[in-house]
């Protein structure tokens, strides 16, 4: 199983960017399926977007679509989530989740392996 810990949230204004980064150790991270995920106060948690093992597939919730970019570094165990023209509704705390398999699903149940999370919040 791998492990996971995220970092670069914080506090941005609306309109702002923020980059989260997603460190992974332990067995062999090329093989995995990444995802990030993210969960409101008082909703599910849902997900935003998942890249596969390579980098060449990457898949995004329609609420993200064309403002935030997934991407990973196989050398350095690395995803991230390029966060743009950030808005309030992107609040909430972000998880970092890992599976393998060659499909990519979306599901939150389909992720073995979950950071701590982070927040990010968006003034208004």
């Known amino acids: ?29 090329s093989g995995y399926n990444m995802g990030w995920f993210r969960q409101a106060p008082g909703k599910e948690r849902e997900f935003v977007a ?6 060449e597939t990457t898949i995004y919730a329609d609420s993200v679509k064309g403002r935030f970019t997934i991407s990973r570094d196989n050398g350095k165990r690395l995803v991230y989530l390029q966060m743009s023209g950030l808005k309030p509704e992107d609040t909430a705390i972000y998880y970092c989740a890992a599976r393998m398999g060659l499909d990519m699903p979306t599901m939150t149940s389909a992720f073995r392996s979950w950071g701590q999370g982070i927040q990010v919040t968006v003034s208004s």
């Open 50 to 55: 998942t890249i596969n093992w390579s980098g």
């Open 1 to 29: 199983q791998v492990q996971l810990v995220e970092s670069g949230g914080g506090l941005v204004q609306t309109g702002g960017s923020l980059r989260l980064s997603c460190a992974a150790s332990g067995r062999i991270f």
